[in-house]
């Protein structure tokens, strides 16, 4: 009698470890899917803000001529962020 309630005890922690186990797996798998999603969004709105000063910058001045004064103020500095401009031949 004694050994069959050791072998349900035993079987009983298995299935709570596997269990445990598998929570955690699929919750870091959810975790590390959603924190992926933040960042690309995170990224395409800055790329869009951007974008959208770029624009208002040519707008203002026509032309891209002193653009170099207004790049560092665009960039995220802490993420290594970089812009290049690049005029075509005239």
Known sequence: MRSLTLKMVGALLL???VAVGLM????NMSTSREFRQYLSG???MY???????????YSREQSWAVVQGTL??????????AIMVCCPPI
Request: hydrophobic share 45%; glycine share 4%; charged share 5%.
């Open 42 to 44: 995170s990224n395409m």
């Open 24 to 27: 955690a797996y699929l919750m």
């Open 15 to 17: 299935v709570a470890i």
């Open 72 to 81: 560092p103020s665009l960039l995220r500095s802490h993420m290594g962020d």
């Open 47 to 57: 790329t869009q803000n951007v974008a959208t000063s770029l624009s208002q910058f």
